[in-house]
């Protein structure tokens, strides 16, 4: 999967198993035993990321939306994303160009369940405001991804956080 995850963000994700297998160091024939299709290699990509990168933002058993903890989430993600930066890349490219399979997406979609039914309250609660659920969300990875994009570290990084919690109406 490394392999493979060098090759679709150095080429895209067009390049060819054959390419992949011979980054990897093995033949085409134990990259198929390994992966059956190449949909099947995108989408254990895709979901071995997001148990990872979920598994780094576990929430506590009923977790306050509050600003600590949404910073110890902000943290945990930017930790994430600076120790894997490529597997921070292939999820963002996977996402965006929505090449994980259906059943991928959907079981993706169970691992980062806490975490929406999370904003979800905090969003009925009136903790958190914005359009909708959907939108907030975007918008604290989007916060996030220019952190990481723009290198911020130290002042410029606690700026950028509480210029989200200011975009989202969280006050305490």
Not at 64 to 77: A, E, I, Y
Not at 118 to 146: C, M, Q, Y
Not at 161 to 169: E, H, K, T
């Amino acid at each position: 999967m490394d392999a493979a995850i060098g090759l679709f963000l150095k080429d895209g994700v067009g390049v060819s198993t054959a390419a992949v297998a011979k980054a990897a160091g093995v033949s085409n024939g134990t990259l198929f035993h390994a992966f059956a299709t190449k949909q099947e290699l995108i989408d254990s990509i895709y979901l071995t990321t997001k148990r990872n990168f979920f598994a780094a933002l576990a929430l506590q058993d009923d977790e306050p939306f509050n600003r600590t903890s949404m910073r110890r989430l902000w943290d945990g993600h930017l930790t994430w994303s600076r120790a894997a930066p490529n597997r921070h890349k292939i999820k963002r490219l996977l996402l965006e160009a929505g090449l994980a399979s259906p059943d991928a997406q959907r079981q993706a979609d169970e691992l980062g369940m806490p975490h929406a039914l999370w904003l979800t309250k905090a969003h009925s609660a009136g903790l958190v405001r914005g359009p909708n659920i959907a939108f907030i969300g975007e918008l604290i990875f989007f916060h996030i991804d220019l952190v990481i994009d723009q290198t911020l570290t130290g002042a410029d990084e606690d700026l950028a956080f509480d210029m989200l919690c200011n975009a989202i109406g969280l006050d305490t």
